[in-house]
């Protein structure tokens, strides 16, 4: 069956710092994989994605993320956080030999930036 | 500027109550999504469509019931509210194509059934 998981409800990091923001998924294909931003009373935003070709995408607000195939991970990163990073982070994921148009997601993980 | 906007942002109903939550989109886009998001349980998928008149079941569609009689209008209806449907109901779009698409969401409606 096709998962993900995020596997920290909160993630602390002071301002300045980098901050990754872990994602792996299990699907039986091959992925597609996306990452979303949600802040406070708002839907969510896309933030970058994965179909193919290099490993690193780079995506909005200066985040990016690196594809591991062996290791069946997408984390998120982003060399110098700000307080405004401060959001609910989703990780989805969909198998392209999948014939619905279903993405599976993560539960999220709270981003806290500190000044 | 791409938009997905729905009919309200809290609402309030009674146990029993039939309520409509509406959602448009602007971008002559083909797929449309009801999610529903818990603390802890991320977004599960109550239904979609791919199509005017089209519908399939997602994860969770008991309770539930849609509606696509235009192309950028997609409704979620619960037949008989019950507080466990309390919950935020978000509503996204996305092109057809080969599933890389992302979706854009609309900024939800906050449910509380009493």
């Known amino acids: 069956a096709q998962s993900v998981a995020q596997p920290e409800d909160q993630v602390n990091v002071a301002e300045g710092n980098p901050l990754t923001v872990k994602c792996t998924y299990s699907?039986?294909?091959?992925?597609?994989l996306f990452w979303y931003v949600q802040y406070p009373n708002r839907g969510l935003q896309f933030l970058l994605k994965?179909?193919?070709?290099d490993n690193l995408v780079k995506g909005s607000y200066g985040f990016e993320a690196e594809f591991n195939k062996s290791q069946t991970s997408f984390h998120l990163k982003k060399p110098s956080a700000l307080v405004s990073d401060s959001a609910l982070y989703f990780c989805?994921?969909?198998?392209?030999?999948?014939?619905?148009?279903?993405?599976?997601w993560g539960a999220g993980t709270k981003l806290i930036i500190k000044p | 500027d791409v938009k997905v906007t729905q009919s309200s942002r809290y609402l309030v109903k009674r146990t029993g109550e039939k309520v409509f939550l509406e959602c448009v989109q602007d971008?002559?886009?083909?797929?449309m999504f009801w999610y529903r998001q818990d603390p802890g349980l991320g977004l599960r998928l109550i239904y979609f469509?791919?199509?005017?008149?089209?519908?399939e079941k997602g994860d969770i569609p008991e309770g539930y019931s849609v509606s696509r009689e235009k192309k950028e209008r997609f409704s979620l209806i619960l037949e008989s509210a019950s507080t466990n449907q309390t919950s935020m109901y978000l509503c996204?779009?996305?092109?057809?194509?080969?599933?890389?698409?992302?979706?854009?969401f609309g900024p939800g409606t906050r449910l509380t059934v009493t």
């Open positions: 699907v039986s294909g091959n992925p597609y």
């Open positions: 971008m002559d886009h083909e797929n």
């Open positions: 989805a994921v969909r198998d392209i030999t999948d014939s619905n148009y279903q993405l599976i």
């Open positions: 994965y179909i193919t070709g």
């Open positions: 996204a779009s996305s092109l057809l194509g080969t599933g890389s698409y992302e979706q854009y």
């Open positions: 469509s791919y199509d005017v008149k089209m519908k």
